[in-house]
Structures are given as structure tokens and as C-alpha cells.
């Protein structure tokens, strides 16, 4: 199971730390990601690391802005958002698979029932 937390509404340029906790399965053996879906958008990668977070991938639009980060001893997923923007305003959903880390939201097996976070201009 994966459940995420730390939405809420935000003022464009501040920060935001997204968690999404992870139980049930040895998720430290997973690589996971981070996806988001705005109203009547499609869901778009976000974010993505590798099971041990030797590795990291971001979508290009959103590099410099926010930081995936992973504490597998506590079975704990980040995303650290910073310099927000309205465009940000969408449901972000954590996602895991067994395998590589992905952006592709197909790849992935088992996902958290999104945040929503807002972003006022």
C-alpha cells in the first residue's frame, strides 16, 4: 500500500514537501515515482528513483524545481516543491514498480491515492 500526504494549497513560489509512506511490501526493493494529473489533463511523470536512490530522473520542465528523495529504512517517499508555480495545481500520486525506475505510468504496479496541491497566483 502506499498512501500520500502533504498537499494542501500553496502561493506561487513557496515550497511544499509531498510523503507518501509505504507498507505491505519491501517497497525499498522498488523503484518509485512521483505523477501528477491536473483537471482534464492527462497523468504526467513527474519524478522517478531507483530502488537504492543512487539514481534520480525528472520530467525536463521540472528540473532545478523539485527533489525526489527516498528513506527506505523508514519506507518513505519525498518530493520536495520548490518555486511553485499555479501550473504545479494538480493531484500528485506516488507510484512503485519492481524494476527499473520508469516515466511511464504504465510500468508502474501499485499507487497512492494522490494529494491534491494547489497553487494560488
Known amino acids: 500500500q502506499l498512501q500520500a500526504s502533504g498537499g494542501g494549497l500553496v502561493q506561487a513560489g513557496g515550497s511544499l514537501r509531498l510523503s507518501c509512506a509505504a507498507s505491505?511490501?519491501?517497497?525499498?526493493?522498488?523503484?518509485m515515482g512521483w505523477f501528477r494529473q491536473a483537471p482534464g489533463k492527462e497523468r504526467e511523470f513527474v519524478a522517478a528513483?531507483?530502488?537504492?536512490?543512487?539514481?534520480?530522473y525528472y520530467a525536463d520542465s521540472l528540473k532545478g524545481r523539485f527533489t525526489i528523495a527516498r528513506d527506505n529504512a523508514k519506507n518513505m517517499l519525498y518530493l520536495q516543491m520548490n518555486s511553485t508555480k499555479p501550473e504545479d495545481t494538480a493531484v500528485y500520486y506516488c507510484a512503485a514498480r519492481y524494476g527499473l525506475k520508469s516515466n511511464y505510468a504504465s510500468d508502474y504496479n501499485y499507487w497512492g491515492q494522490g494529494t491534491q496541491v494547489t497553487v494560488s497566483s
Open positions: 528513483i531507483s530502488w537504492s536512490a543512487g539514481s534520480t
Open positions: 505491505g511490501r519491501t517497497f525499498s526493493t522498488y523503484s
